[in-house]
């Protein structure tokens, strides 16, 4: 796989209003991007965890912790999926 390198600059000011490492930053950086688009759905779970440096388990933690709702189903598509689970 081939990879892309993504760099900006910003100042030790905002480096030090934000009270962090520009290695700290850069990680908050990648998970805010990776959790944004999956809410916009441009990334799918796994995807959006690679995205964050993650696996996805870690990733769906984080978004638990954030209350952001993983899985987004249709009423009507949860219904029938809660009859096929009790006709099992």
């Known amino acids: 796989m081939t990879t892309e390198t993504i760099s900006f600059q910003i100042s030790q000011d905002l ?4 009270k962090v ?4 930053l ?3 950086l990648r998970l805010l991007a990776a959790i944004t688009y999956f809410q916009e759905k441009k990334l799918s779970l796994g995807k959006a965890a690679e995205l964050a440096g993650i ?3 870690e990733f769906m933690d984080v978004l638990a912790a954030k209350g952001i709702i993983i899985f987004d189903y249709d009423e009507s598509v ?4 809660i009859q096929g689970i009790s006709q099992l």
């Open 26 to 28: 850069t990680q908050n």
């Open 78 to 81: 949860l219904e029938r999926e």
């Open 55 to 57: 696996n996805r388990l």
């Open 15 to 18: 480096l030090a209003a934000l």
């Open 21 to 24: 490492g520009s290695l700290e």
